[in-house]
């Protein structure tokens, strides 16, 4: 087992990366809970539901509660209906949530956990690639029918347990849609680690170790930025990196649709081209797209209105006074947030999907 330390103005906690460390939940428990409620999704309540609640059982009073698999129940519906579950179990102020799931578990249970009763601790125990991203940093939140995470808080996990065991059960969807957010690390960093990733092919299988060390080196980036910038004023922004145009594509073609880190590769092509405008620039498009490619992402656009896109671009977080602010790129490694004109992103956005369904 691995571990690595995320130390914020608000909490210190730690991410832990093993195998098998589903069934030792207890090791990284250090309170005396009056109870325990775990959230988790109907895919992963097949596979591992029963190995995490075993164990805890033996020293905790557990409930649990099933949510659809999916983007959907990301949803202000849904999490009401986990707090009324919640306070049918008994679950109060001294009690633990754990989200076992996804990145779509990973946020709502975190959301739940930080409005319950006015917030109450959670685990987050993380069961795909892509929720190395969304696990760490301690932002959670649900969908609204507008744009993606716009009801959300700060609220950060007593714990983060990474069993890398869990990956192996992940769909290749779910798998490609996790290293797109490994990639953006890659290429937001310095030194930056993309040369490494470009070179993963997700369609041959990646041993533990490999899995293990690229999840290390992805979350070492999120938390490096998490504890410079926690409420994301100015840094953290760049994480964003490829989600303005992710995010308004997940939300203008339908939650779940087109996976997050699908969204987020197309995202990142997109801020390649806008990045060469802005600053004169050449970066590895080509490059970024045949990895895209080797990895079966899908990269054309199903037909989608160019002003509806950035219509919905303007309701992403990082907007100021209806200004689209974008993160970009000046280099790989080097990443910037600028406020950019509509007409001009909407001129590039209908050049590029054109090119890409020439591709």
């Not at 087992?1 to 914020?8: A, D, F, P, R």
């Not at 075993?54 to 959907?72: C, D, F, M, Q, W």
């Not at 987020?264 to 801020?271: D, E, S, T």
């Not at 990895?291 to 199903?302: E, G, V």
């Amino acid at each position: 087992m691995e571990s690595l330390s995320v130390k914020t103005n608000t909490k210190d906690y730690n991410v832990f990366i093993g195998k098998q460390l589903r069934f030792r939940v207890n090791d990284f428990i250090k309170q005396n809970y009056s109870s325990v409620f775990i959230i988790t999704d109907s895919n992963v309540e097949l596979l591992y539901l029963e190995d995490v609640l075993r164990p805890l059982e033996k020293h905790h009073n557990v409930n649990y509660t099933i949510v659809p698999a999916g983007e959907s129940s990301k949803s202000i519906r849904v999490y009401f209906d986990l707090v009324t579950q919640a306070i049918e179990s008994g679950l109060d102020r001294q009690g633990l949530i754990i989200a076992l799931g996804g990145g779509m578990i990973g946020d709502l249970a975190g959301f739940v956990a930080s409005t319950f009763m006015r917030g109450i601790d959670f685990i987050q125990m993380p069961t795909t690639v892509l929720a190395h991203d969304s696990s760490v940093g301690g932002k959670v939140a649900i969908n609204h029918p507008e744009g993606k995470n716009l009801i959300g808080n700060f609220h950060a996990p007593q714990a983060v347990i990474f069993d890398v065991e869990t990956l192996h059960t992940v769909p290749l969807k779910e798998l490609r849609s996790g290293y797109a957010e490994i990639a953006k690390h890659s290429l937001i960093h310095t030194p930056s680690f993309w040369e490494e990733i470009k070179k993963v092919n997700i369609m041959h299988a990646m041993s533990d170790q490999e899995l293990k060390q690229h999840l290390l080196k992805g979350i070492a980036v999120k938390a490096a930025i998490v504890e410079q910038d926690e409420r994301e004023t100015n840094i953290r922004q760049y994480l964003n990196f490829g989600h303005t145009l992710g995010h308004a594509l997940e939300s203008e073609l339908g939650y779940g649709e087109m996976t997050h880190g699908e969204a987020v590769a197309i995202g990142m092509l997109y801020a390649f081209r806008v990045s060469s405008y802005v600053y004169n620039i050449t970066l590895p498009y080509e490059e970024l797209l045949g990895w895209m490619k080797k990895n079966q992402f899908p990269f054309r656009l199903p037909a989608v209105s160019v002003s509806k896109i950035i219509q919905r671009m303007k309701k992403d977080k990082k907007t100021r006074n209806q200004h689209i602010q974008m993160v970009l790129l000046k280099g790989i490694g080097n990443p910037t947030i600028v406020s950019v004109d509509d007409r001009d992103l909407a001129d590039i956005l209908e050049k590029f999907i054109q090119e890409l369904l020439e591709k």
